[in-house]
C-alpha cells in the first residue's frame, strides 16, 4: 500500500496466464478495469493503475499472489484455493469464490501402470508436485507416507524419465495427461480462484476493502 499526502493507493495481486484472462471481464464488470498497458503482452510494467483511482494492480506468478497478500505488499489478490491449500497462510481470508480457473488437483500415473496397480494399497509412494504439504496432508490421512519431489513445472516428464511414478498436478481437461501417457488415478481437490484479501488490512480499512469485496461479488455473481 502507498501513503503520500493524500489518501492511501491499495493493491490488487493477480496471477498471470489463464485465468488473468478469464479474470479481465469480472474486473471490468466491477468498474475496476485496469489501464491499457495491462494488455500490452509486450509491456514490462508490472504495477497498472485502474479505473478507480484508490486501487492499481500488479501481476506475478500464481503461487506468489498469496504470499503479497500475506505479508500485506498487497491488500487484496486472486489465487486458486490450490494455492492456499498448499501455504495456509493464517493472515489470508478468501471471502468470495470467483467461480472461474476452475480445475482439480489429481494424482497420475503411466498408463501402464493402471490396473495392476490399487492405491488403496499404498503405504509408501514417491511423488513429483509443486504441492508437497497438500501432497503429504492428502496421504498422511490415509496413513500413506508420501515422499515428494518438488518440480515448478514439466511434471509430466518425472514419470517418463524416472524422477518417480506418479505426481499430483492440476488437470483441467486431461489432454496434457494424455499426450503424455498419463492417467488420473486419484482426485485431492476441486480448484477454483478466490478473492483473498489480508484480514490486518480488513480490519484497518473496512470501507475500502469491504466495497471492493462487495463490487467484486457483485460482478462475479453478473457474469
Given amino acids: 500500500m502507498t501513503v503520500g499526502t493524500g489518501a492511501p493507493t491499495f493493491v490488487l495481486a493477480l496471477p498471470k496466464g489463464r485465468i488473468l484472462r478469464e479474470l479481465t471481464p469480472l474486473l471490468t464488470q466491477a468498474g475496476l478495469g485496469p489501464e491499457p498497458d495491462f494488455h500490452d503482452e509486450n509491456s514490462r510494467k508490472l504495477r497498472f493503475a485502474t479505473s478507480d483511482p484508490k486501487l492499481e494492480i500488479i501481476r506475478v506468478r500464481s503461487f506468489d499472489v498469496a504470499t503479497f497478500v500475506a505479508f500485506g505488499a498487497a491488500q487484496l489478490g486472486v489465487a486458486g484455493n490450490d494455492v492456499l491449500l498448499e501455504f495456509d497462510y493464517p493472515e489470508i481470508y478468501a ?72 505426481i499430483v498436478d492440476l488437470v483441467s481437461t486431461g489432454a496434457t495427461l494424455k499426450a503424455n501417457n498419463l492417467v488420473e488415478v486419484e482426485h485431492i481437490a476441486d480448484v477454483t480462484s478466490r478473492l483473498v484479501v489480508n484480514r490486518t488490512a480488513w480490519k484497518t480499512y473496512p470501507e475500502e476493502i469491504g466495497g471492493w469485496i462487495e463490487r467484486l461479488r457483485a460482478a462475479a455473481g453478473a457474469i
Avoid at 113 to 141: C, L, Q
Wanted: aromatic residues 4%; hydrophobic residues 40%; proline residues 7%.
Fill in 95 to 166: 471471502p468470495i469464490d470467483l467461480g472461474i480457473g476452475k480445475c482439480r488437483l489429481a494424482v497420475a500415473e503411466p498408463a501402464e501402470m493402471v490396473g495392476e496397480d490399487d492405491p488403496n494399497r499404498w503405504s509408501h509412494i514417491r511423488v513429483a508436485t509443486k504441492y508437497p504439504n497438500v501432497t503429504r496432508a492428502h496421504f498422511a490421512a490415509r496413513g500413506v507416507q508420501a515422499e515428494c519431489i518438488k518440480l515448478s513445472g514439466a511434471m509430466e516428464l518425472a514419470p517418463t524419465l524416472g524422477l518417480s511414478r506418479r
